[in-house]
């Protein structure tokens, strides 16, 4: 039997050949360079997209803001033309009142009755043949300049306005004239094309007392 001696001159055989790690699992791989990168692209989308939903409701909210303001002012400024017109309407009419001649009576009345509902208008048709028995007598005058006049209430087209006037009076008696401040309290109604549907305070530029 022969011997079996290695021959020295052989190698020894060689191991299993190392695996290689597939790309994916090296630290220097390219999926994992891949997967920070599609993270960072999501935020910024989000975030891009949550700034243009913010900037959206901002832009709303300014609108709307706008608008209501705008509409404010315009009903304002509405407001304090309706004033203005109730005033002047209310002023010219208290002159008016308060400017009588007793040679004249005829005037004063139409005055009373100018832009007034046919029911007030009414009252002073009724009352003008008292009047007449007491500033004829009296040879009453007296004329008017407006002082101020102020809307005391607005209530849904219905104007109130206290307006001072005023008013030199002369009669008879007293032929050098004297100078009182008289209120006359318009009621005016927008609904009604700005017709004087009440007067108070016509009593004070009058002798009634």
């Excluded at 790690?21 to 997209?49: F, H, M, Y």
């Excluded at 608008?67 to 304090?80: G, K, S, V, Y």
């Excluded at 006049?149 to 607005?154: E, G, I, P, R």
């Excluded at 927008?190 to 305070?201: F, L, M, S």
Aim: charge should be negative; proline fraction near 7%; hydrophobic fraction near 40%.
């Amino acid at each position: 039997m022969a011997d079996q001696t290695e021959d020295p001159g052989s190698k020894p055989s060689a191991g299993p050949a190392p695996t290689a790690d597939p790309p994916g699992n090296k630290p220097g791989g390219r999926r994992g360079a891949e997967r920070p990168g599609t993270v960072s692209i999501q935020v910024s989308s989000l975030v891009r997209g949550a700034l243009i939903a913010v900037l959206a409701v901002v832009a709303i909210v300014f609108a709307v803001l706008y608008f209501t303001a705008r509409a404010d002012l315009a009903e304002r400024d509405e407001r304090a033309a309706d004033n203005r017109r109730a005033e002047q309407l209310a002023t010219e009419y208290a002159v008016g009142a308060a400017t009588v001649n007793f040679q004249d009576l005829d005037a004063w009345i139409t005055a009373l009755k100018k832009n007034t509902t046919p029911q007030l208008a009414g009252k002073f048709d009724e009352t003008a043949p008292k009047l007449e028995q007491i500033l004829v007598p009296l040879q009453w005058t007296s004329t008017a300049s407006p002082i101020t006049a102020k809307v005391m209430s607005d209530q849904e087209g219905t104007f109130k306005v206290n307006v001072f006037v005023n008013v030199t009076s002369t009669n008879a008696q007293n032929p050098d004239g004297t100078r009182t401040t008289v209120t006359y309290t318009v009621t005016l109604d927008e609904n009604a094309g700005w017709q004087i549907t009440d007067v108070g305070g016509v009593d004070g530029a009058l002798p009634m007392n």
